[in-house]
């Protein structure tokens, strides 16, 4: 999610017309990848469309399956809990921009979201959002 003031209306002049479904490639979209992937694969594949509100607020929300590595350390098998570090961010913004980090856990044979949320700092502002999600 983030905002475009470009993408601003006012819905009384088009006929109470609040949202509108976009293809992707048709708006500015982060460049957000994940920076330690296994498969060398940056880029999303499949582009969806986007849905823009009259506020300019925009959500994108491409499927995607991201590949990444981690340490395992099995010392209290079959009790174990696994972190594994994800590091999103962009390859046109800097870190004082827009950076991404996410945990997650995983435990036993299931891979789960532990917290639901990335950290994500824009500027020198912190926020916590939806995964993967810009504001």
Same mark, same amino acid.
């Given at each position: 999610?983030?905002?475009?003031?470009?993408?601003?209306?006012?819905?009384?002049?088009?006929?109470?017309?609040? @949202?509108?479904?976009?293809?992707?490639?048709?708006?500015?979209?982060?460049?957000?990848?994940?920076?330690?992937?296994?498969?060398?694969?940056?880029?999303?594949?499949? @582009?969806?469309?986007?849905?823009?509100?009259?506020?300019?607020?925009?959500?994108?929300?491409?499927?995607?399956?991201?590949?990444?590595?981690?340490? /395992?350390?099995?010392?209290?098998?079959?009790?174990?809990?696994?972190?594994?570090?994800?590091?999103?961010?962009?390859?046109?913004?800097?870190?004082?921009?827009?950076?991404?980090?996410?945990?997650?856990?995983?435990?036993?044979?299931?891979?789960?979201?532990?917290?639901?949320?990335?950290? /994500?700092? /824009?500027?020198?502002?912190?926020?916590?959002?939806?995964?993967?999600?810009?504001?």
């Amino acid at each position: 999610t983030w905002h475009d003031y470009k993408l601003k209306w006012d819905p009384d002049d088009y006929g109470g017309v609040e @949202m509108i479904h976009v293809p992707a490639e048709h708006i500015w979209l982060p460049d957000i990848v994940l920076f330690n992937n296994a498969d060398g694969n940056y880029e999303v594949t499949l @582009m969806t469309k986007a849905t823009v509100y009259y506020s300019g607020e925009i959500v994108w929300k491409p499927p995607a399956l991201y590949k990444s590595t981690c340490e /395992i350390d099995v010392e209290y098998f079959p009790f174990d809990e696994q972190s594994c570090l994800m590091k999103f961010g962009s390859w046109t913004y800097d870190g004082y921009e827009v950076s991404e980090t996410s945990l997650f856990f995983l435990t036993g044979d299931h891979a789960k979201l532990q917290k639901g949320c990335v950290e /994500i700092l /824009i500027g020198l502002l912190h926020k916590l959002c939806s995964l993967l999600s810009l504001q």
